[in-house]
């Protein structure tokens, strides 16, 4: 059981470049969610999904994509880099039940736009 | 927006005191609250939760408490071990539907420094 897996690590990009983030959990949930973390910041909403199929927009969604067509992964997209997006990217799922439950965290991707 | 709010504080312990960090939200629908920590280069842990109809809740060596009337609340550590040293981030939900259902935020956090 891995739990909440993204993919890559580490990447660097170049200005304009595009690229897509996986996220990958494999207990269920029906909630995903993508955030990005800058220095001294806490966690800022980018896009979240409550179900396959469907996402909406977060606090800062502007510049990212975002796709849900199977359950288990919930990919961001960044369509044109730009140095403001260098961050820690991380990616949450949350199950639902009758009972709220709290959401479990991928280990972060770091990516620098130069 | 709705929005969770930290001030980004940090809070400085002896090993051994308790520590107590606050968290103020501005959404009144929210019924789900979550604390997490955070250590240096790896994502959220989960510590404790608290649903909108409690006001306490206990842990191993963790408590949440719950205000709604001023939108606070709180985390109390019981004798803070240096592997206590973190940033804790308070989270805020709404599964009551509407145009937010579903949505998790989080405030800007608390830095965490136990020192021996």
């Known amino acids: 059981n891995a739990g909440v897996t993204q993919t890559p690590k580490f990447r660097v990009l170049k200005t304009g470049q595009s690229m897509t983030l996986l996220c990958a959990q494999d207990?269920?949930?029906?909630?995903m969610y993508w955030y990005r973390q800058d220095p001294g910041m806490g966690l800022r909403l980018i896009h979240y999904?409550?179900?396959?199929?469907?996402?909406a927009k977060g606090e800062v969604p502007d510049g990212y994509n975002v796709s849900r067509l199977k359950k288990q992964n919930f990919l961001l997209g960044l369509e044109s880099a730009a140095p403001s997006q260098t961050s820690v990217y991380f990616c949450?799922?949350?199950?639902?039940?009758?009972?709220?439950?709290?959401?479990?965290f991928g280990q972060g991707t770091r990516l620098t736009v130069v | 927006g709705e929005s969770v709010g930290l001030h980004l504080p940090t809070l400085s312990v002896q090993e051994g005191d308790n520590s107590i960090i606050n968290c103020a939200y501005s959404?009144?629908?929210?019924?789900?609250f979550i604390w997490y920590k955070q250590e240096s280069g790896k994502g959220p842990q989960f510590i404790i939760d608290?649903?909108?109809?409690?006001d306490k809740r206990q842990g191993q060596r963790v408590t949440v408490l719950l205000n709604k009337t001023v939108k606070h609340l709180s985390l109390q550590i019981a004798a803070t071990q240096p592997g206590d040293s973190a940033v804790y981030f308070c989270?805020?939900?709404?599964?009551?539907?509407?145009?937010?259902?579903?949505?998790?935020?989080f405030g800007q956090g608390t830095i965490l420094t136990v020192h021996p």
């Open positions: 949450a799922s949350r199950a639902v039940t009758i009972l709220v439950t709290e959401a479990f």
């Open positions: 999904s409550v179900g396959e199929g469907t996402t």
């Open positions: 959404n009144s629908a929210s019924d789900y």
């Open positions: 207990m269920n949930h029906e909630y």
């Open positions: 989270a805020e939900t709404s599964n009551a539907g509407g145009t937010s259902y579903g949505k998790l935020t």
């Open positions: 608290i649903r909108s109809n409690m």
